[in-house]
């Protein structure tokens, strides 16, 4: 269908070498887009670019540390060289540590607000010039249930998602008639690297999102395909400044 057509359209997906950030970029590769896999790790970077070429789709990796603002302007620059525009930011790449604020350092508190939101900063700065050049954009952040509710043991997380609501919001307002849509996703509970840990270090979670979830199962990078190639698309061009769950209902259960 036209309106959710991406061919001719090149992607970045931050942290798109594994987890939501894959799910979220192999739905734009189907839906014809050129993918950019922009993660730290250069053995999943590759994994992934293979995973997207299967899908038809043109995929290359820059490998990337969200921490580092020169190497987010490297990232848009290395995008516009090799694959001559930029479309489509997604702003995926995220880390959680788990600890009460009471025990939490500043070292960690740094790290995690710097890499879940500093980041989504410092790359929508510098994919602005190059979409504001083209004549529009997408760009999508991704939040979480911790943008609306609070945890003990996610003092930095709940407030780096909380956060990029707010910086969504902004950057919604700010660019819109540039014809730059900016929204966030809110993940639920989703079956990733990053909750494998969680389950085991936090007991009874795993049954706890199960019985607060109405979908009554864990999400799936896979869940998240058509929610990007929505946002990413012109299907989503008079839609700005959202958060939308993707979380099969847990924000709506008691
Ligand atoms: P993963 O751990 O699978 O993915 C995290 C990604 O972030 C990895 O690809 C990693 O790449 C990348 N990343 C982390 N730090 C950096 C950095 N400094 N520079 C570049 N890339 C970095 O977890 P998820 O897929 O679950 O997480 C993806 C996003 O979804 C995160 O923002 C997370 O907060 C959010 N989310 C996840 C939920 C869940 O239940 N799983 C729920 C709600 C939100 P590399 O390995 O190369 O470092």
Redesign the pocket.
Known sequence: MRLFDLKGKVAIV??????????MAKGMAEAGADIVV????TT??AAAVEALGKLGARAVAIE?????EG?CKALVNGTVQMLGRLDILVN?????IRKTPDVMTLDEWNQVIT??LT?AFMCSNAAYPEMKRAGGGKIVN?????SIFGAPFVPA?AAS?GGIVQFTRSCATAWARDNIQVNAI??????????KRARVEVHGLHDRVLARTPAGRW?T?EDHAGIAVFLASAASDFVTGTAIPVDGGFSVSG
């Open positions: 931050t942290g798109g070498n594994g987890g939501i950030g894959l799910g922009a993660g730290r790790n999943k970077n990337h540390d969200a921490t580092d190497s995926n790449a995220g880390i959680n890499t879940n980041s991704i939040g979480s249930m911790m997380y998602k809110l993940p639920g509970w989703i079956d990733t690297d990053l909750t999400g990078p």
